[in-house]
C-alpha cells in the first residue's frame, strides 16, 4: 500500500478532476484511494473510504460472488465494462442502495497489481427512462387510437362510395346516358372530396405531429405506424385533388387563376410533400440553389402537376434509388424534367399513357386510378405548355414538362 501512496499527488490531480467516481483498490480489495465524486456518491467523509474492504460498498448478498470475480478479472487483467446483463447496486454508509454503472481498468505500479473502477449514479437515468417507457406506451395508446379513427374513416368513405355509385346507377336510367352519367360524376366527386379533405388533412397534421416525439426503443413500431398513416392520408389527398381537378375540366369550367410565385419556394414545397411518401433509401436530387425566379401560373395546378410526376416516380421505383427533379430556364420557358430508375413503362402501352383511367400492364396491381397523367396533359395544354417523356423497361422514366414563365 505505501508504494502506491508514494504515487498520490500523480492520482490526485486525476480524481479530483473527474466527474465520475474513482476507485481504486489493490488485489486484496482493499481501498487505496477514492476521490471526492466516490466519496459524495457514496457518502462518505474525505479519506473515509481508504484503507477499507470493497464489500462495503456492495450488497451483501453478492460479497462471495464478487470475490470470485474480481479474481478472475485479475487473473484475465484486461478493460472491460462492469456488469453486463445485470444491474448493478451500490451501498451508501447509511445502507441506501443505489444503481450504478462501473468500468474496470486493472494496472501495475512497482510491481502491485490494482484495479481501478469508474463508477456512475444511474439513479436519474433509470428514472428518466422509467418515464420514457411510460410516454411510449401513452403514445402507442394514441397510435393506436388514430390507426382505428383513420379505418373507420376510410371504411365510411368506402360505404359512402358504395351507396352513391348505386344511386348513379338508379338515375342514370331515365336520363340521356353519357351526359347525365357526367354530370352525376363531377357533383359526386366534388361532394366527396369537400366531405373529406378537411378531417383527412387533420389525420395528416396529427401524424405528422405524432413523429416529433422521438424515444429509443419503440421507435422502429410507432415509424411503422406513423408511416402506414401518413402515407394512406398522402394517397387519399391525392385521389381528393385529382378529382376535383377532373370536376373543373369535365364542367368546362377553366378557371384557372394566374398569380405571380416563386420558383424557389414552388420546388420545395413539392419536394417537401413527396419526401413524405420516400421508400426506404430513395433519395430526390433537386436543385437547391435556384435563383429567386418569378413565374406567373396557377400556382396550384402546376404544384398539382409536379407532385402527380415526383409521386409516381417514387411509386414505380423500388428502394434505394435514385430520383432527379431538374429545374432549368430557356428564354421566356421553363422546364422541368423528372427522372426515375423504376420499372419503366412497356412500350406497347406507351400510346395510351396519357389516356384518363389508363393502367400500364405493369402496374395493375399497384394502387392508383389513371387520371393523374391525364389531368396534367389536360392542364398543361390550357396552360400553353407540353408534356412528355422517355421509358425503357426495367431501366426507368423521364417526364419533361415544358411551360412558359409567365401566362396572361
Request: aromatic residues 8%; negative net charge; glycine residues 6%.
Amino acid at each position: 500500500m505505501q508504494e502506491f501512496l508514494d504515487h498520490r499527488d500523480v492520482f490526485n490531480v486525476l480524481f479530483q478532476a473527474a466527474s465520475e467516481g474513482i476507485i481504486v483498490v489493490n488485489s486484496k480489495q482493499i481501498v487505496v484511494a477514492a476521490n471526492k465524486a466516490a466519496e459524495a456518491m457514496f457518502g462518505y467523509e474525505e479519506g473515509e473510504l481508504t484503507d477499507k474492504h470493497l464489500d462495503i460498498l456492495i450488497p451483501k448478498e453478492y460479497h462471495h460472488s464478487h470475490h470470485t470475480h474480481f479474481n478472475n478479472f485479475l487473473d484475465k487483467s484486461e478493460k472491460r465494462q462492469m456488469g453486463h446483463g445485470r444491474d448493478l447496486h451500490g451501498v451508501k454508509k447509511d445502507g441506501t442502495r443505489f444503481p450504478v454503472e462501473a468500468g474496470l481498468n486493472p494496472f501495475t505500479m512497482d510491481g502491485q497489481d490494482y484495479v481501478m473502477s469508474l463508477v456512475i449514479d444511474i439513479t436519474l437515468r433509470q428514472e428518466a427512462e422509467k418515464q420514457i417507457k411510460e410516454l411510449n406506451t401513452q403514445l402507442e395508446d394514441k397510435i393506436r387510437i388514430r390507426t382505428r379513427e383513420l379505418r373507420e374513416t376510410v371504411e365510411n368513405l368506402e360505404e359512402e362510395i358504395r351507396r352513391r355509385t348505386e344511386a348513379e346507377r338508379k338515375i342514370k336510367d331515365a336520363l340521356h346516358k353519357e351526359k347525365e352519367l357526367n354530370e352525376l360524376k363531377t357533383k359526386f366527386l366534388s361532394l366527396v372530396s369537400h366531405e373529406f379533405k378537411t378531417p383527412l388533412s387533420g389525420i395528416l397534421t396529427s401524424a405528422t405531429l405524432t413523429e416529433k416525439y422521438t424515444r429509443e426503443d419503440q421507435q422502429p413500431k410507432r415509424e411503422k405506424h406513423l408511416v402506414t398513416i401518413r402515407n394512406k392520408v398522402h394517397y387519399l389527398n391525392n385521389i381528393l385533388n385529382d378529382f376535383l381537378s377532373i370536376e373543373r375540366l369535365d364542367s368546362g369550367k377553366g378557371q384557372y387563376k394566374f398569380t405571380t410565385f416563386s420558383l424557389k419556394r414552388l420546388i420545395n414545397e413539392v419536394v417537401y410533400n413527396a419526401n413524405i411518401t420516400l421508400k426506404d433509401g430513395q433519395e430526390i436530387v433537386y436543385p437547391r440553389d435556384l435563383d429567386d425566379i418569378s413565374l406567373h401560373q396557377d400556382e396550384k395546378i402546376l404544384e398539382l402537376i409536379l407532385s402527380n410526376l415526383l409521386g409516381n416516380a417514387i411509386k414505380y421505383s423500388p428502394e434505394n434509388t435514385v430520383i432527379k427533379f431538374d429545374v432549368r430556364l430557356e428564354g421566356d420557358t421553363i422546364i422541368f424534367d423528372v427522372e426515375d430508375q423504376g420499372r419503366g413503362i412497356p412500350e406497347k402501352d406507351q400510346k395510351h399513357i396519357f389516356e384518363r383511367y389508363f393502367r400500364a400492364e405493369n402496374a395493375l396491381l399497384d394502387q392508383g386510378t389513371g387520371i393523374g397523367l391525364n389531368i396534367a396533359k389536360a392542364h398543361l395544354e390550357n396552360l400553353n405548355g407540353s408534356i412528355h417523356f422517355t421509358s425503357k423497361e426495367n431501366v426507368g422514366t423521364r417526364f419533361t414538362v415544358v411551360l412558359p414563365v409567365k401566362n396572361n
